[in-house]
Nanobody, 115 residues
Framework: VQLVESGGGLVQPGGSLRLSCAAS????????MSWYRQAPGKARELVAA????????NYADSVKGRFTISRDNVKNTVYLQMNSLKPEDTALYYC?????????WGQGTQVTVSS
């Protein structure tokens, strides 16, 4: 299993970013996917999750209405569209999946929201 995130960067408050996570090594369309984040000195937290077919999603209260998780089961990629970014969204963002009872993580992509 390999998960590779991309799309992070430095953005001003109110701006947008789209994160991508390219998955390989497992049957992507059969598994739910999720995005987590970890800010310095804080615990890793779930940001958003999506079911295997993409019909069901859930979000942390802190990002509801601003972030959208989606997936492309042809491209084996999951996305996180982040709008109206706030400084408190600054964190290392990770893609994750549980495959055959083992949780896998990507290497993370840094998102920094600052003026």
């Amino acid at each position: 299993v390999q998960l590779v995130e991309s799309g992070g960067g430095l953005v001003q408050p109110g701006g947008s970013l789209r994160l991508s996570c390219a998955a390989s090594g497992f049957t992507f369309s059969s598994y739910a996917m999720s995005w987590y984040r970890q800010a310095p000195g804080k615990a890793r937290e779930l940001v958003a999750a999506i079911s295997s077919a993409g019909h069901s999603t859930n979000y942390a209260d802190s990002v509801k209405g601003r972030f959208t998780i989606s997936r492309d089961n042809v491209k084996n990629t999951v996305y996180l569209q982040m709008n109206s970014l706030k400084p408190e969204d600054t964190a290392l963002y990770y893609c994750s999946a549980i495959v055959t009872l083992v949780r896998y993580w990507g290497q993370g992509t840094q998102v920094t929201v600052s003026s």
